[in-house]
């Protein structure tokens, strides 16, 4: 499956994006999609993952209350809803597939296939 991520951009401390992860080339809905993103100097971290079939949504301590995952099967797209966005959530955002086991779903290791990421800068 091919992983296309955007929608990243500059926004100010406060403001809201949705990033976007369109997939192609398998069927879309068999895949758990993850979101990932790694700053400068440090190492790829979990944000959030959409399981496949029950659809369970697990987010990283740091964006709960903030960030949303969802999916439209109809359009192979994931989106990342940011709200309330925080200069500390600069980096590149990544979306990520596989099929996942749940006690795996934050580890970077257990998604097989990657989208190029995405740029977010939040200015203060």
């Known amino acids: 499956v091919q992983l296309q991520a955007s929608g990243g951009g500059l926004v100010q401390a406060g403001d809201s994006l949705r990033l976007s992860c369109a997939a192609s080339g398998r069927t879309f809905s068999d895949y758990t999609i993850g979101w990932f993103r790694q700053a400068p100097g440090k190492e790829r971290e979990f944000v959030a993952t959409?399981?496949?079939?029950?659809?369970?949504?697990y987010y990283a301590d740091f964006v709960k209350g903030r960030f949303t995952i969802s999916r439209d099967n109809a359009k192979n797209t994931v989106y990342l809803q940011m709200n309330s966005l925080k200069p500390g959530d600069t980096a590149v955002y990544y979306c990520a597939a596989g099929r996942v086991i749940t006690s795996s779903a934050r580890l970077p290791t257990a998604y097989n296939y990657w989208g190029q990421g995405t740029q977010l800068t939040v200015s203060s």
């Open positions: 959409l399981k496949k079939g029950d659809g369970s949504r």
